[in-house]
């Protein structure tokens, strides 16, 4: 089995060009703004891995992996002009740099463009990708809009927020490597030990991400610093600080989350006060811990997946790649 490096620049190879039309240019161009900002390729990369992990890559697997790559940024688009994030990769977000009602349509546009993918398929399995597809599409946009309301709510609870991320964040991922495992012929049994693979290995790098959107070096992350803070949203570091401190330090906390912060030093003081509360009650350490026990949870299923050893190396490499980034 090939690499992800390897895997991602034959994906690459084929994916880098212009997926939509000279005209209307400011839609069309906003469209292909966030495809050549970056970004790992991780979830088409999967699609292919996923295939190859059973049989050779098939042609299929990359007009799958192309829908898959768009599906994830059209979803990027419009989480972030829901969030007003400025930044995405340490770049303006598309509505930054083309306004709120254009970085709509230029999402609706990478949908449609998404399907005209999956509409390339030729495999006697393309039912099965419609119905994977449609059913995790749907379960995203479950999640974005838990997410969304959970901003609202005083108190989230643990599991109500795992079970949103796994809407949000990890199905995507797991359905990936599944549409992969489909189209390389592996049996129910399989399919679904790699998507829980995929799953856990997803709850495992929110955790990460949470984590980097608070303590992160912002040069090395591309993101806003302290985010996630200022769009008071409950993130797993804030709700454990929430279960486990109590007294004036909960109240404090309270007090902190419910400013409202415009200037920029504002901003920075309510990041810096909810930083120090997380650090005093170590819940830094504490996520380190909680992304290493869904790592091994997520090792389970990839071990149980009934291929050789040899040929998930690949899978075990990117899993710890995923969940070691820098600081």
């Not at 070096?217 to 993101?223: C, H, L, R, S, Y």
């Not at 004036?248 to 309270?254: T, W």
């Not at 380190?288 to 997946?305: F, G, P, S, V």
């Amino acid at each position: 089995m090939q690499s992800f490096t390897a895997l991602s620049a034959l994906f690459e190879e084929q994916f880098n060009r212009r997926h939509f039309p000279q005209h209307p240019r400011n839609l069309y161009d906003a469209s292909q703004y966030i495809l050549g900002i970056g970004g790992k390729r991780v979830r088409p990369v999967c699609v292919l891995m996923g295939n190859e992990l059973f049989s050779d890559i098939v042609p299929d697997a990359f007009e799958a992996a192309n829908a898959i790559e768009l599906f994830h940024n059209f979803s990027l688009v419009h989480d972030d002009i829901m969030d007003k994030a400025p930044l995405r990769r340490g770049v303006p977000t598309v509505h930054m740099k083309y306004g709120d009602s254009t970085a709509l349509l230029a999402g609706d546009v990478m949908l449609v463009t998404a399907y005209d993918y999956i509409n390339k398929i030729r495999s006697s399995n393309l039912n099965k990708i419609i119905a994977l597809f449609n059913k995790t599409a749907k379960e995203v946009c479950e999640g974005q809009q838990m997410d969304m309301e959970f901003e609202n709510m005083d108190k989230v609870s643990f599991e109500e927020y795992v079970a949103m991320i796994t809407l949000k964040t990890s199905v995507l991922l797991a359905a990936s490597l599944q549409m992969g495992a489909i189209l390389g012929g592996a049996g129910v049994g399989n399919q679904q030990h790699l998507f829980e693979f995929g799953k856990k290995l997803g709850i495992a790098f929110q955790v990460q991400d949470d984590y980097l959107d608070a303590f992160g070096d912002p040069a090395k992350f591309g993101k806003q610093p302290g985010g996630d803070i200022l769009a008071n949203k409950k993130t797993f570091l804030m709700i454990h600080a929430m279960e486990v401190i109590s007294g004036k330090q909960h109240d404090e906390l309270m007090q902190v989350v419910k400013q409202t912060a415009v200037t920029e030093s504002e901003k920075a003081e309510k990041v810096n006060k909810v930083l120090q509360i997380f650090r005093d009650c170590k819940v830094d350490e504490w996520a380190d811990e909680l992304k290493e026990k869904y790592y091994r949870e997520a090792m389970i299923h990839l071990e149980d997946t009934a291929v050789l050893s040899t040929r998930k190396k690949e899978l075990e490499i990117l899993a710890r790649f995923l969940l070691q980034r820098e600081k």
